[in-house]
């Protein structure tokens, strides 16, 4: 079980991969179904660390 600050930590770097997704895109807005597809990709990708 990780500590609180573990915790936090996986937070901000999971909001930083999301940011990472959206800046590196060509779209400057983005539907509801795109944003949880990447949210979705950035938790698969977790599962498998």
Known sequence: MPTE???KDIQ??????????????DKETFTKEELCRWLDT??????QE
Request: positive net charge.
């Open 5 to 7: 600050k573990e915790r």
């Open 12 to 25: 901000k770097a999971t909001i930083y991969d999301l940011r990472r997704l959206i800046s590196n895109g």
């Open 42 to 47: 950035i938790a698969d990708a977790k599962d």
